[in-house]
T-cell receptor
């Protein structure tokens, strides 16, 4: 069964450093998403991406964040200058479209630790 | 998207049915009811969804009240692997440009052997 993959599984970085989290969505999917989950808290939507542009973003997704689909398979989340409060699990998801029945398929996540 | 209310936690015995409730009294006519679950240390996973009629799939059943103000996710025979946080999420594709899922706190299901 096709699945969303994410790399790395765990990223440790120093505060102020840039990080890029990588995702390979399911190959024929058109919509891509990033969510995050701070330890012990809810899963929070960050951004959705379709047709090479952002469809929607939350308040969390400020100027420090950016997304890109650099080629036909990868979908990346970049944090330019990490802060301690960016420490969280980051989940990538993809879906085939926006139909009512569309399921979002989530990856296993990247644990980001900012020191 | 309208708000949902779920119990914080529930317990079940292995191999017994589990009924996970969700209240959504402010549901709109175009809101679909989705259920996802999150196993420990994993990403969320789709379980089932519906609009008005009850739905069955290989994982679970979804019973939707006639007035649609509540729904119940039914696991017919809980296994230890079903221990997870279950999220009831309303999604209105007509008023959700980003197609986002809005997760609440969910119900933590504990399954006892």
């Amino acid at each position: 069964e096709p699945e969303v993959t994410q790399t790395p599984s765990h990223q440790v970085t120093q505060m102020g450093q840039e990080v890029i989290l990588r995702c390979v969505p399911i190959s024929n999917h058109l919509y891509f998403y990033w969510y995050r989950q701070i330890l012990g808290q809810k899963v929070e939507f960050l951004v959705s991406f379709y047709n090479n542009e952002i469809s929607e973003k939350s308040e969390i997704f400020d100027d420090q964040f950016s997304v890109e689909r650099p080629d036909g398979s990868n979908f990346t989340l970049k944090i330019r200058s990490t802060k301690l409060e960016d420490s969280a699990m980051y989940f990538c998801a993809s879906s085939g479209g926006r139909a009512n029945s569309d399921t979002q398929y989530f990856g296993p996540g990247t644990r980001l630790t900012v020191l | 998207d309208a708000k949902t209310t779920q119990p914080n936690s529930m317990e079940s015995n292995e191999e017994e049915p589990v009924h996970l409730p969700c209240n959504h009294s402010t549901i709109s006519g175009t809101d679909y009811i989705h259920w996802y679950r999150q196993l420990p240390s994993q990403g969320p996973e789709y379980v089932i969804h519906g609009l008005t009629s009850n739905v069955n799939n290989r994982m679970a059943s979804l019973a939707i009240a006639e007035d649609r103000k509540s729904s119940t996710l039914i696991l017919h025979r809980a296994t230890l692997r079903d221990a997870a946080v279950y999220y009831c999420i309303l999604r209105d594709p007509q008023n959700n440009a980003g197609n986002m899922l809005t997760f609440g706190g969910g119900t933590r299901l504990m399954v006892k052997p």
